[in-house]
């Protein structure tokens, strides 16, 4: 991890430390997992002593916000985005309607922060948006839909960043989590028929555009569009697997009854 922590100017007490260490988590800077650098490269970073350091870090962890692993350093707890409860998330997965009311909500959020993004993205923030999607184009001409999937949620993740809005950011990670943890699995079915992949690609395409041209309306609106897309696609893949499954009945049904006939007297 690089020199993510400013040196502390005035008072230098742990309440100093935690706050900043608070803010990176809350701007998303450091994720669930991170690994912080040892105790002597963050004190130096800090320009904090030790004791002081090691006192903020115990305040950190009973928030709940750090982990300590036994010969395995200070790593930041599983704390992002977990707005839905598992209770919830349960309720979710068992409800069909929930997937309809995902897509609306997240098309309303995705359009704001794909606006905000195109308003606040810094050099450094479309840097990382232009690595991304040149990911997603390398992953769609080589036919690998599960890594476009995966790039595609990296994707709205960074446009989320871009924001700057950090409650927005992690709003938009309690929805993206839904889809990591595979509560919609139908999702990966649209990645797999060929006119859909290049549609998505086009439409992540245009959200790019949008973003890095600081067209705010244009961004908002490719966004919006793209989630709209999303709504029919996921509903088509549906009905194509509903009607996939009704005509194997039929066929086993007729079979099972030619059979019966054969064998009547």
Same mark, same amino acid.
């Given at each position: 991890?690089?020199?993510?922590?400013?040196?502390?100017?005035?008072?230098?007490?742990?309440?100093?430390?935690? @706050?900043?260490?608070?803010?990176?988590?809350? #701007?998303?800077?450091?994720?669930? /997992? !991170?690994?912080?650098?040892?105790?002597?490269?963050?004190?130096?970073?800090? !320009?904090?002593?030790?004791?002081?350091?090691?006192?903020?870090?115990?305040? $950190?962890?009973?928030?709940?916000?750090?982990?300590?692993?036994? /010969?395995?350093?200070?790593?930041?707890?599983?704390?992002? /985005?977990?707005?839905?409860?598992?209770?919830?998330?349960?309720?979710?997965?068992? =409800?069909?309607?929930?997937?309809?009311?995902?897509?609306?909500?997240?098309?309303?959020?995705?359009?704001?922060?794909?606006?905000?993004?195109?308003?606040?993205?810094?050099?450094?923030?479309?840097?990382?948006?232009?690595?991304?999607?040149?990911?997603?184009?390398?992953?769609?001409? =080589?036919?690998?839909?599960? #890594?476009?999937?995966?790039?595609?949620?990296?994707?709205?993740?960074?446009?989320?960043?871009?924001?700057?809005?950090?409650?927005?950011?992690?709003? $938009?990670?309690?929805?993206?989590?839904?889809?990591?943890?595979?509560?919609?699995?139908?999702?990966?079915?649209?990645?797999? @028929?060929?006119?859909?992949? #290049?549609?998505?690609?086009?439409?992540?395409?245009?959200? =790019?555009?949008?973003?890095?041209? /600081?067209?705010?309306?244009?961004?908002?609106?490719?966004?919006?569009?793209?989630?709209?897309?999303?709504?029919?696609?996921?509903?088509?893949?549906?009905?194509?697997?509903?009607?996939?499954?009704?005509?194997? $009945?039929?066929?086993?049904?007729?079979?099972?009854?030619?059979?019966?006939?054969?064998?009547?007297?």
């Amino acid at each position: 991890m690089s020199d993510i922590f400013s040196r502390i100017e005035h008072s230098r007490t742990a309440d100093e430390v935690v @706050q900043q260490i608070e803010s990176l988590i809350l #701007e998303g800077v450091l994720r669930a /997992g !991170d690994r912080l650098p040892g105790e002597r490269e963050m004190a130096k970073q800090f !320009d904090v002593s030790r004791p002081i350091l090691r006192d903020a870090l115990k305040v $950190l962890e009973g928030r709940g916000l750090m982990v300590s692993r036994h /010969g395995g350093g200070t790593h930041v707890a599983d704390v992002i /985005g977990q707005v839905f409860s598992k209770p919830v998330m349960e309720l979710i997965v068992s =409800h069909r309607k929930a997937a309809a009311d995902y897509l609306e909500y997240r098309r309303e959020i995705e359009g704001l922060a794909a606006e905000y993004a195109a308003k606040r993205a810094t050099a450094e923030d479309l840097a990382l948006l232009d690595r991304i999607m040149a990911r997603m184009e390398a992953a769609h001409r =080589h036919a690998d839909f599960r #890594e476009e999937a995966e790039i595609d949620v990296e994707f709205h993740h960074a446009v989320g960043e871009c924001a700057h809005n950090i409650i927005l950011l992690h709003t $938009l990670r309690s929805c993206y989590r839904l889809l990591s943890d595979g509560v919609f699995q139908n999702r990966l079915i649209v990645f797999t @028929q060929p006119a859909a992949r #290049e549609a998505l690609l086009a439409q992540h395409q245009a959200i =790019h555009r949008a973003v890095v041209a /600081g067209d705010p309306a244009g961004a908002r609106k490719a966004a919006m569009d793209h989630i709209s897309y999303l709504e029919r696609a996921m509903a088509e893949a549906e009905r194509s697997g509903d009607w996939q499954r009704v005509s194997r $009945l039929r066929l086993r049904q007729r079979m099972d009854d030619e059979e019966a006939d054969r064998k009547r007297p």
